[in-house]
């Protein structure tokens, strides 16, 4: 039987104490299956939509195995190893650690690029309960001998997706190869590819499986919306969302994303010079610009945060409540993970997607693969009705059926909650 609170879940003290202080009462459906496992000692391949809480659903059941089970740490070793696809992922999977584990002594440290080895060097050598690692610079220590995974008893590889779309499945591999035998492996993704499945089964052992929404589905409370317009007029109308964003009687942040670092600079620099507080995000930033524009983004002070997909899965802030794809991906995956920024731990949120010409086949992707029709809005003053009805008789073509009572959707911009189908 599926708990329906988190007191009825067998945690060690301490949790239940900070779950208590953080007013956690009910836990989301990835945490209630998940958990429970996970105490048995088995394996997990979960399946989960972004912002639903998978990193409580295997934290909490790793530090109450350290609270119970504290044993000493060798040199450059670590109990816990969590993979993540990015830097800004990691830092995310660590702050949880450090908040749920606040009444339990374990020790921590982060391994990531784009800042020097030497303090995360320095942090190894006595060791570490939990290590959270990205995979470039793991590797790096490991060849410099500054890290043995060779202690390993929880193996955690979250963002699996995200990890093989940027070409990390090789150095994945080469990490799995240097584990013991004898491991709890937790494999984590919001996509089940047939790509996936098969890393799966070389990772995992007689495995439990917890999906909980379909692949590629969209969040519910996400209102989302596609604008048809020209790529010169995309411009004017993001400024008016933005615009409408500051002046609304709640204020939430935004999040704007670029398909390029090079569109993510401009577009941040050209929205500033209009009056618009904005900064950029991308790879090309130092760890410390990226960590300086996320804090400043977090408290409000930079309302609106342009990205490229780099960002997708590392911002995890309660208070975005507008995406805007000034650039529609073009994987389609990518926009479930975009859009999945906004409208978290229960919250709403809206997400607008631009669509020029050159981009109909992108949406066409996108459709296919969130297997819904994306409400048109065409209640701004750039409107295309002729790429609409492109789309639409494309669409219809192609045997997905339009959304009823979409072709006259001009509602000056009155919004509706979709949810999955």
Not at 123 to 137: C, F, I, N, Q
Request: charge should be positive.
């Amino acid at each position: 039987m599926t708990p329906t609170a988190f007191e009825a879940l067998p945690l060690a003290a301490p949790l239940h104490r900070v779950l208590r202080e953080l007013d956690y009462h009910t836990p989301s459906p990835i945490q209630a299956q998940a958990i429970p496992l996970l105490l048995q000692r088995r394996d997990l391949m979960g399946c989960a939509q972004t912002g639903t809480g998978k990193t409580a659903g295997f934290a909490l059941p790793i530090l109450h195995v350290l609270h119970g089970n504290p044993r000493p740490v060798k040199a450059r070793g670590c109990r816990t190893l969590v993979l993540t696809p990015t830097r800004e992922l990691a830092a995310q999977v660590g702050k949880s650690f450090a908040t749920y584990g606040k009444y339990v002594n374990f020790r921590q440290t982060l391994i990531y690029g784009g800042v020097g080895q030497v303090p995360q060097v320095r942090a190894m050598r006595s060791g570490v309960d939990v290590l959270v690692a990205t995979p470039g610079r793991l590797l790096d220590l490991i060849d410099q001998r500054h890290i043995d995974l060779s202690q390993v008893e929880f193996f955690v590889l979250d963002e699996v997706d995200r990890m093989l779309d940027m070409g990390f499945v090789r150095d994945v591999r080469k990490i799995v190869a240097l584990l013991p035998a004898r491991r709890q492996s937790l494999f984590f993704s919001a996509t089940l590819a047939p790509d996936i499945v098969e890393l799966a089964k070389t990772i995992l052992r007689d495995p439990a499986h917890v999906s909980i929404a379909p692949e590629f589905t969209t969040a519910e409370k996400i209102d989302q919306q596609i604008c048809f317009v020209t790529r010169e007029s995309k411009r004017p109308l993001l400024e008016q969302l933005l615009r409408a964003q500051a002046e609304a009687a709640v204020q939430k942040l935004s999040i704007v994303f670029s398909r390029t670092k090079h569109g993510a600079n401009k577009l941040a620099k050209s929205l500033c010079a209009s009056g618009i507080q904005a900064d950029a995000i991308h790879g090309n930033k130092s760890q410390a610009q990226r960590e300086k524009a996320l804090d400043r983004f977090k408290r409000g002070l930079t309302p609106v945060l342009v990205a490229t997909d780099v960002a997708a899965r590392g911002v995890d802030v309660r208070e975005i409540g507008l995406v805007v794809n000034f650039d529609l991906p073009n994987e389609p995956e990518s926009y479930v993970h975009r859009i999945g920024r906004t409208a978290r731990a229960g919250a709403e949120g809206r997400a607008v997607s631009f669509c020029s010409e050159d981009e109909l086949e992108y949406l066409r992707e996108i459709e296919k693969v969130i297997k819904m029709a994306i409400p048109r809005w065409d209640g701004h003053d750039w409107h295309v009705e002729s790429l609409a009805d492109r789309h639409s008789r494309g669409r219809v073509g192609a045997g997905t059926a339009a959304t009823p009572g979409n072709r006259n959707s001009r509602n000056n911009g009155r919004r509706r909650s979709y949810g999955r189908r």
